[in-house]
């Protein structure tokens, strides 16, 4: 045994565990533009620009996922309803 911690997926959604700070994740799909999922992310989620939007998004496209925002449980919450609404695929919150 190597001694290397796995940390396992979440599956449950938004309304999982309590405590601790929430990461608000979108996933990349076949039907988000990168201008969509750019003005998408700067309309929803404080202190994110359109031009640092194109740059998550471009991060979303090339790796599969992105971080968009970390926090508060309630906050993640709320984030993750209003993109999923949107319209962005979003994975299953985790806690950090």
Known sequence: M???TI????VDGPDGALGGA???IVRN?????FD?????LARYIPGIT????FEIADRIHRTGLAIVWTGHKELAE???HQ?????LTMAPLEQA
Do not use: F, K, M
């Open 36 to 40: 969509g999922v750019a003005r998408t």
């Open 7 to 10: 940390e396992l997926p979440r």
């Open 29 to 33: 799909d076949d039907h988000n533009t």
């Open 50 to 53: 359109v031009e640092r939007g």
């Open 2 to 4: 190597s001694g290397q």
């Open 83 to 87: 993109l999923r609404d949107a319209g």
């Open 22 to 24: 929430w990461r608000v």
């Open 78 to 80: 709320h984030y993750w």
